[in-house]
């Protein structure tokens, strides 16, 4: 099913479930959950980020459960049927996050929260999930 067919329909969940089983549903939900929770962690300021330690690394786990959930838990056909998201970036973040975290760059991932986590959760809960 193409990704045009989910978009604004009140049975999103069915249609996602139909066509790709009854666990996709609860990733995506998870998904939306950890946008959420960066969407708190940037509440909280740049300066706070910049200065609390345990906020950036509150941030590598949100990204690190990000990246684990679409690598794990969404099928590739899912992922190519709704390519309006870097899939693949998101993940090699993860992957970059988690083994090469000496070399974490704190600005690019305070600029990936600000930025890029609204439009992922928007993407996933409007244009897929059908949230309104």
């Known amino acids: ?13 069915d249609a996602l479930t139909s066509t790709y089983g009854e666990n996709i549903v609860e990733p995506l ?7 959420d929770e960066a ?4 509440e909280r300021g740049r300066q ?9 690394r509150a941030a590598e786990a949100i990204f690190n459960r990000i990246g684990d959930t679409i690598r794990s838990r969404l099928p590739g056909a899912f992922l190519e049927a709704f390519p ?10 993860r992957v970059r996050m988690a083994h090469i975290y000496a ?8 600029k990936t929260l600000v930025r890029d986590v609204p439009r992922l ?9 059908g949230d309104h």
């Open 39 to 42: 969407a708190a962690l940037v």
């Open 121 to 129: 959760r928007s993407y996933l809960s409007v244009d897929i999930l």
């Open 48 to 56: 706070a980020y910049e200065e609390d330690v345990l906020l950036q």
């Open 103 to 110: 070399e974490n760059d704190h600005s690019i991932i305070w």
């Open 29 to 35: 939900e998870a998904l939306v959950t950890y946008c």
């Open 84 to 93: 309006a998201q870097p899939w693949r970036t998101i993940v090699g973040m």
């Open 1 to 13: 099913m193409a990704a045009d067919q989910h978009a604004g329909s009140d049975g999103n969940r």
